[in-house]
């Protein structure tokens, strides 16, 4: 059954990093983007980050540009999302998603973990 994990979240101080992970098993991973979403306490959710499964295109919201960087094995699988400087803006449930196109709502989700930048 094609499903997707994400992996990662935790308490972390402002200023600090966080990876995500994504694991797609059975999941038929080269025929989909994956993006990466959020939904922030009191806010519509957003998404953050694209990546085309081709041509490894990549799409960012203005709000993490310059520091969050999304990218993809197709070998294992697996979906990233590195976050630098998070700032508590940045606290809430992000979701790894695929589908055929990046779009503001994808096919498939996974279940989320949660972030919270806190000191």
């Known amino acids: 059954q094609a499903q997707l994990v994400e992996s990662g979240g935790g308490l972390v101080p402002p200023g600090g990093p966080l990876r995500f992970s994504c694991a797609a098993p059975?999941?038929?991973?080269?025929?989909?983007?994956t993006a990466w979403f959020r939904q922030a306490p009191g806010k519509e959710r957003e998404e953050v980050s694209c990546i085309t499964h081709r041509a490894g295109s990549t799409h960012y919201a203005d709000s993490v540009k310059d520091r969050f960087t999304i990218s993809r094995d197709s070998a294992t699988k697996m979906a990233y999302l590195q976050m630098n400087s998070l700032n508590p803006e940045d606290t809430g449930i992000y979701y790894c998603t695929a589908d055929h196109t990046c779009r503001e709502n994808p096919r498939y989700w996974g279940p989320g973990t949660q972030v919270t930048v806190s000191s």
């Open positions: 059975g999941f038929p991973f080269d025929n989909y983007v």
